[in-house]
């Protein structure tokens, strides 16, 4: 294992996420030149030339044949690798790395869709965030790999609870995670969130992190930075006359955050990579990659960064009552509940009562007309069957996951405020002195708050 060192010069670090789209058990169409698309990224992160990355994060992996076939080619130049499991289909999130793999720890997130979405099938794919601790370069690196749940209606998002939920357990995971060996935290993947989005206001907030884009050195004007949805991207979706990103979108990240100060991380360079695929009209993926360069080194070595002399102070994200809107999301994803169950409970009274109602036509009718009724009847348990699951059981399990979610903002909104109180007010001071109490009378309201969320949720 390498020796590692805390005080050190400054170090680079090199990494590179793309999402592949790799949905291998599908008709050609729906996901075209998978074959050809996956042999020109062997053969470029198999190359001494280049591959300069020190560590690839890939999404949409979907085979774990194509994982295999990645990793046994790239073996002699990132020789650990490590896919994140989960879900009926896997979760299509991989790292490859140089560096050693110390140990790996996932986190499957607790609302991820719906299984009868089946179009959409992000349920099926068990949304991820992943956790590599790296040994490299006399550096430990927590290596942070996710994939947050699609958005398929910007203007009517039904999954936004979902979405909101899953970026606030990425930032918890990442807080909790970290420890005083640690030097850097790196998270790359795709979000689904665009930079003005709440989800990606609540993982830059809550887990103190820098995108890597808005803080760059370099000043490359000719690079937007848009990974998604690109004109100039064979596999582009157009989404219509009304689209207000006809350039595409900025859905997939590099963020990076230094751990309790032991270290100072700046980014020196990012950029989209990996769009045409060399002597062909093929795109590598449907995404654009992203790579940057982050510099590492001791506090006083790497000058902090806010944001890049290209983007300006403007547009960098002020995080204003991110609290606020992300409660109302997901009180707004509890109501839908309520709303759904009630209309599964009167779908259960009308079915039922017309399955009954089949047994008189029974009596009267002749041979054809019973195998018909048959028929009628395993359709009409199966949609019971579905409405029952779904009002019981599913929609319990979605209230719940919304409301442990929303407590603990709750929790931590708490928290927060007393320490921005504690700061500003000299009369905090005594009560510092008491943090066992303070602490005690938090817990003691965040447990009202949620009595009371219980309350006013229709007995749900």
């Given amino acids: 294992m390498e020796k590692l060192i805390t005080r050190r010069a400054t170090v680079e670090l090199r990494v590179l996420n793309l999402n592949f789209w790799g949905l291998k058990w599908v008709p050609s169409f729906v996901c075209k030149d998978r074959q050809m698309r996956l042999n020109a990224l062997v053969e470029v992160l198999s190359s001494e030339d280049s591959a300069n990355w020190d560590f690839v994060v890939l999404e949409e992996v979907w085979s774990n044949d194509d994982y295999i076939a990645i990793a046994d080619s790239v073996r002699r130049i990132y020789p650990h690798s490590h896919y994140f499991y989960s879900g009926v289909i896997g979760s299509g999130v991989c790292v490859f790395s140089k560096g050693q793999i110390i140990s790996v720890l996932s986190h499957a997130y607790s609302l991820n869709g719906y299984a009868h979405k089946i179009l959409h099938g992000d349920w099926f794919g068990g949304k991820v965030v992943g956790l590599c601790k790296i040994a490299h370069k006399g550096l430990r690196v927590n290596l942070y790999a996710t994939h947050i749940h699609a958005e398929y209606n910007r203007v009517s998002d039904e999954y936004l609870p979902h979405r909101i939920s899953q970026a606030y357990e990425l930032s918890q995971f990442i807080r909790m995670t970290n420890s005083d060996t640690d030097d850097v935290n790196i998270v790359a993947g795709d979000f689904n969130f665009e930079p003005d989005d709440l989800g990606y206001a609540i993982v830059r907030r809550f887990a103190d992190l820098k995108d890597a884009w808005m803080t760059r050195l370099d000043l490359d004007s000719a690079d937007d930075g848009n990974t998604c949805n690109t004109p100039d991207n064979i596999y582009s979706i157009c989404e219509g006359k009304d689209d207000r990103t006809p350039r595409g979108k900025r859905i997939d990240y590099i963020l990076y955050g230094q751990v309790q100060g032991r270290t100072g991380v700046t980014c020196g360079s990012c950029q989209t990579v990996l769009n045409r695929i060399p002597g062909s009209k093929l795109c590598y993926s449907d995404h654009k990659g992203i790579e940057a360069v982050l510099e590492v080194g001791s506090p006083d070595s790497v000058a902090p960064t806010l944001f890049s002399p290209a983007i300006g102070p403007n547009v960098v994200p002020t995080f204003e009552n991110t609290f606020d809107k992300a409660l109302a999301v997901l009180d707004s994803g509890v109501r839908r509940i309520n709303q759904n169950r009630q209309v599964y409970m009167i779908a259960l009274v009308v079915l039922f009562s017309l399955l009954i109602g089949t047994a008189e036509v029974d009596r009267q009718s002749l041979a054809l007309a019973r195998w018909s009724m048959n028929a009628l009847r395993v359709t009409l348990v199966m949609v019971i069957t579905f409405c029952f699951w779904s009002a019981v059981i599913l929609n319990r399990i979605e209230y719940h996951a919304l409301l442990a979610a929303r407590?603990?903002?709750?929790?931590?909104?708490?928290?927060?405020?007393?320490?921005?109180?504690?700061?500003?007010?000299?009369?905090?001071?005594?009560?510092?002195?008491?943090?066992?109490?303070?602490?005690?009378?938090?817990?003691?309201?965040?447990?009202?708050?949620?009595?009371?969320?219980?309350?006013?949720?229709?007995?749900?």
């Fill in 407 to 460: 407590n603990a903002m709750i929790i931590q909104r708490k928290w927060d405020d007393a320490q921005s109180e504690t700061s500003t007010s000299a009369g905090e001071s005594e009560k510092a002195q008491l943090p066992g109490v303070g602490l005690q009378l938090k817990h003691l309201d965040s447990k009202n708050d949620a009595i009371d969320f219980e309350r006013n949720t229709d007995d749900h």
